[in-house]
């Protein structure tokens, strides 16, 4: 299995239920903002609740609009114009990854909430990054190579290198593997009529479930800050950037699960459960807002943490899984009009996202 699919959503699941119990723990040393009029806190709540509906259906388009796409040539994950889309996608992964969620990280564990502590003695939140880099390197090896060894096996790899050797062109049928991107290009002998073949489908798929995994950390945690925050100034922006955000991280992740070909009730429960971290984020968020403390220790020091292990994920699969292994597929390389596109959009999306900072 990738990630055993009970076991992958019950990690999930108790990042979603422990993270706020972790975050309200804990004493505070620095003083807490006051306490805003009954008024403003209306108006904040009436903000949380259409924030928490207008990036539900935000997510929920982004997630669906390329596994619905899959019926719409224009749409089809192997048209150029979704591949585009998805380029763009990737760059706002990468810029909520390096602009959004790391400074984030930084910004908790060297707070001042913290002066006292040995937290402020080494750079932790690089450490927690590259841990997050380094175990999705380790999840992605592993379970494309488990998977690799059960659907092909060694004898397999053999007969295609004798094949090669054998000088019988006519039947001849060239698998060129990549090792620092585990996936082949075709056709091979198990293409799809999409040219896919079955090693590229579960890269997808553990491309997918890993990316997941990095979304929902980041989105639960800046959910929490959301509906715990009774700042107007704070939450209309917040809301907006969110839905952008939301959209085309979604997009992103949608069209890996349509490329990895999961079955129906895979694709659902994958889309389902990105569409309501967020949500239910800004629901726990608006829940414990009365006993929050967002400069305590234990919550700068939790929400740090997770944040750079998220930057790490994050940074990790757009770059090794999605750009890379897209820019170096040859239907890019062998068309410059695609190629530039491409390069054009993954600007425009880290752009973007960038410039959404500044609000942010």
Not at 89 to 104: M, Q, R, W, Y
Not at 282 to 305: C, F, K, M
Request: hydrophobic share 50%.
């Amino acid at each position: 299995m990738l990630l055993g699919k009970k076991s992958y959503y019950v990690i999930l699941v108790s990042i979603v239920l422990v993270l706020p119990i972790s975050l309200v723990a804990g004493d505070c040393t620095c003083e807490r903002d006051e306490v805003t009029g009954n008024n403003s806190n209306n108006a904040a709540l009436k903000y949380k609740l259409g924030a928490i509906a207008a990036i539900l259906a935000a997510s929920a388009l982004g997630v669906c609009l390329p596994i619905v796409g899959k019926s719409f040539p224009a749409l089809h994950p192997e048209s150029n114009l979704f591949f585009l889309v998805k380029t763009f996608a990737a760059g706002v992964i990468l810029s909520t990854g390096f602009i959004h969620v790391l400074p984030d990280a930084f910004e908790s564990l060297t707070s001042p909430c913290l002066k006292e502590s040995q937290w402020g003695k080494f750079p932790f939140t690089g450490l927690a990054a590259m841990v997050g880099a380094l175990g999705s390197l380790m999840i992605d090896a592993f379970a494309t190579g488990h998977y690799r060894r059960v659907h092909f096996g060694k004898p397999t790899v053999e007969a295609s290198v004798d094949e090669e050797n054998s000088g019988d062109h006519a039947g001849h049928v060239h698998l060129h593997t990549h090792a620092t991107h585990g996936h082949a290009h075709g056709p091979g002998p198990s293409a799809t009529p999409e040219g896919l073949t079955e090693l590229d489908r579960i890269r997808y798929k553990v491309t997918s479930q890993v990316l997941e995994m990095g979304i929902v950390v980041h989105s639960v945690i800046i959910g929490i800050s959301l509906g715990t925050s009774e700042s107007l100034d704070t939450i209309k922006p917040l809301m907006a950037a969110l839905c952008f955000h939301q959209f085309f991280e979604g997009v992103g992740l949608g069209g890996c699960i349509v490329q990895a070909a999961f079955k129906s009730a895979s694709t659902l429960c994958m889309a389902l459960f990105f569409s309501l971290t967020t949500p239910v984020g800004i629901a726990i968020g608006i829940g414990i807002s009365n006993v929050y403390d967002e400069s305590s220790p234990t919550a700068l020091i939790v929400q740090g943490l997770l944040d750079a292990v998220a930057a790490g994920i994050l940074i990790y699969m757009a770059l090794v899984d999605l750009l890379a292994q897209d820019f170096m597929n040859p239907k890019v390389q062998n068309n410059t009009r695609l190629f530039f596109g491409a390069n054009l959009t993954l600007l425009l999306g880290a752009g973007f996202m960038a410039v959404l900072a500044i609000w942010a």
